[in-house]
């Protein structure tokens, strides 16, 4: 049934021509350089270090390695992370 649903929002997505983030609930990461990381759609925070940051999703987790990682700022849906990122991990 969940796949069903899923294949719908898509095709409607294009159908309709609307972002695939906004219909599927899926994260939208928008990287500046290596030292800024936006994130939208998230679920939360799971674990936070200054070399290491999980983030919930819908679907899994992101797992994002690096150096001096600081949350500049965090809302519901939303979070702006600087740092020195090195990587960007997604896990089921």
């Known amino acids: 049934m969940?796949?069903?649903?899923?294949?719908?929002?898509r095709v409607m997505a294009d159908f309709l021509e609307i972002p695939?983030?906004?219909?599927m609930d899926i994260p939208k990461l928008t990287m500046v350089g290596r030292n800024e990381l936006y994130i939208e759609n998230h679920r939360g925070?799971?674990?936070?270090?200054?070399?290491?940051?999980?983030?919930?999703?819908?679907?899994?987790?992101?797992e994002i390695q690096?150096?001096?990682?600081?949350?500049?700022?965090?809302?519901?849906?939303e979070l702006f992370l600087i740092g020195e990122v090195h990587a960007v991990i997604f896990r089921d």
Not at 47 to 62: A, Q, T
Not at 66 to 76: A, C, D, Q, R, S
């Open 45 to 62: 925070i799971i674990e936070y270090r200054v070399d290491m940051l999980r983030i919930n999703l819908s679907r899994g987790f992101i």
């Open 2 to 9: 969940e796949k069903r649903r899923e294949a719908f929002n």
């Open 20 to 23: 695939k983030d906004l219909v």
């Open 66 to 77: 690096g150096n001096n990682l600081e949350i500049k700022t965090l809302m519901p849906e």
